[in-house]
């Protein structure tokens, strides 16, 4: 059973900084991209950052220049750092995993976190 813990959500003031981190408690996938997706309040779930194993970077363009994305493989652990963060950041933060054991045609895995809230008000 892969699980993913998530920590470092919160409430923070606009201009602000977090630090999201994504733990997944198996090494099998050697080939993987973790990354984080947010949720807001009515609003569909949108990609915000993933890194792959080979250290391939994506961001949503809404998050570019503010948040960065990166990963310890030591630690089986992505990170994701928010600075000048907007009210509009506000949402429900998912750690994302997916993987492939071996090589490209292994089958993908894919798993979620719960979430963690991330609040930016006043």
């Known amino acids: 059973q892969v699980q993913l813990a998530e920590s470092g959500g919160g409430s923070v003031q606009p201009g602000g900084s977090l630090r999201l981190s994504c733990a997944v408690s198996?090494?099998?996938?050697?080939?993987?991209?973790m990354g984080w997706y947010r949720q807001g309040t009515g609003n569909q779930r949108e990609l915000v950052a993933t890194i792959s194993s080979g250290d391939t970077t994506d961001y949503a363009d809404s998050v570019k220049g503010r948040f960065t994305i990166s990963r310890d493989n030591a630690k089986n652990t992505v990170y994701l750092q928010m600075n000048s963060l907007k009210p509009e950041d506000t949402a429900v933060y998912v750690c994302?995993?997916?993987?492939?054991?071996?090589?490209?045609?292994?089958?993908?895995?894919?798993?979620w976190g719960q979430g963690t809230q991330v609040t930016v008000s006043s």
């Open positions: 198996v090494d099998i996938f050697r080939i993987n991209t």
């Open positions: 994302n995993f997916r993987g492939r054991i071996s090589t490209m045609t292994s089958p993908l895995y894919e798993y």
